[in-house]
């Protein structure tokens, strides 16, 4: 059986009483009650107003979290090189990327994030790492690709298929993983496509809709291959994702698709549908996990500032055994 | 009575509207800064908070189409390669 520590990679933690913000799968001990508790999502959630962006942008490249979150690149609409960064309540300018690029490949954290492709408008091998300042070089891209897919970390990264115009055939079925200074090929999609939503980890990803026939199907990845998963609910392209989500518990919204307001969850198995953003956008960026979620700019039609933070109500409970 | 207010307000950001809010009243921001809010008295009193400006459906489709056709007029400029990588402005019929 595993242990938490091993689905977690966190120990168990000892502390004196519930902490004030538990995160959704949190587990810890309770020393004042004897008991060990656990933090669960208990209700639908909502989306509500964030801080407004310096910048209205589409397609720009979303990571990190609800309360560390960043936006890089993207068209204004030109294109271009700047970082913001959301603390939760207010935008901030962050670093310069190295070139204007939209629809940036990315993956990570505030402070460990990854960048890669994108276009100008074509795509490039550009690779680079953020460390919550600046933006430096990482290992060159395989392929000059755009609007990939992003899942993982700055040091096991993945990028999920991508536009390969003007090589042919343009919608890529390609994926390659990143170890934090080069890139490998990894498993092939069943289907190709671009401007897909994804989210999860280098070893446990998903990805959803995208362009052509892609347009409402996911693939999952366990590190080596690609499986079909569950059909999504409308067709969509170009948008948002809780991408630091896992595999069986993310979002997308955002999107071009029938209903711009229009957010899905996945369970690891099928789709369903979420509460609505309350300004429908396209080609929004997207942050955070399916509980505690970022929808960032996007076209709605005109180029956006508006951020919405999507939250799902945590509760606790005691663990017991029967 | 009607089921929907309809106005222009501009979002401030934070707290413009809260999760609170999205669980009292029907609320969908538009184009233009049109805004259809549930007709109740939580939605109305929001809407006055905001300083929003009420409109009747007719106007606030209006506002909310014009601003699409704008988009539609823009992206039709584009050349061929961008247009690949964007997405054509769809027509929005408020509630």
Known sequence: ?322 | MELFIYGTATNTGKGFFTHADRQNFYLSGHPADVWVVGNNEKGALWLAEKNGVEKTKTEAQALVTAEVEAAQAAWDLLSEAEQSMSHRPTQITLP
């Open chain 1, 1 to 322: 059986m595993a242990s938490y520590n091993t689905i977690s990679g966190l120990k168990v933690k000892y502390l004196s009483a519930d902490p004030a913000n538990p995160e959704d799968g949190q587990v810890w001990y309770n020393s004042g009650t004897g008991k060990l508790r656990v933090a669960s999502v208990v209700g639908t959630g909502t989306w509500a107003s964030g801080g407004a962006m310096s910048t209205a942008r589409q397609d720009g490249g979303g990571f990190g979290t609800q309360t560390a979150g960043v936006v890089v690149g993207g068209e204004t609409p030109a294109r271009t090189t700047a970082t913001e960064e959301y603390d939760g309540a207010a935008w901030s300018t962050g670093g310069v990327y190295p070139a204007s690029y939209t629809s940036i490949g990315t993956a990570g954290t505030l402070t460990a994030g990854l960048g890669f492709g994108g276009g100008s408008p074509y795509g490039n091998t550009t690779t680079a790492e953020y460390d919550g300042t600046n933006w430096t070089a990482g290992g060159s891209f395989p392929l000059s690709y755009t609007a990939m897919g992003g899942a993982g970390t700055q040091t096991a990264g993945l990028s999920v298929a991508g536009d390969a115009y003007p090589t042919s055939p343009r919608n890529s079925n390609k994926s390659f993983e990143y170890n934090g200074a080069a890139w490998t090929a990894g498993g092939d999609l069943g289907t190709g496509r671009y401007a897909t939503m994804s989210a999860g980890t280098q070893t446990a990803a998903a990805t959803n809709g995208g362009t052509g026939p892609a347009a409402t199907l996911t693939e999952e990845y366990d590190g080596s291959s690609w499986t079909a998963g569950g059909t999504g609910l409308q067709p969509q392209s170009f948008g948002g994702s809780s991408l630091n989500g896992t595999q069986d518990d993310w979002m997308t919204y955002g999107t071009n698709s029938p209903n711009y307001a229009f957010t899905q969850g996945y369970n690891g198995t099928s789709w369903s549908t979420r509460p609505s953003l309350a300004t429908g956008r396209y080609s929004s960026a997207g942050a955070g996990t399916a509980s505690a979620a970022l929808c960032m700019g996007g076209r709605a039609p005109a180029f956006s500032t508006a951020t919405e933070e999507f939250t799902a109500p945590i509760g606790t409970a005691s663990i017991t055994t029967s």
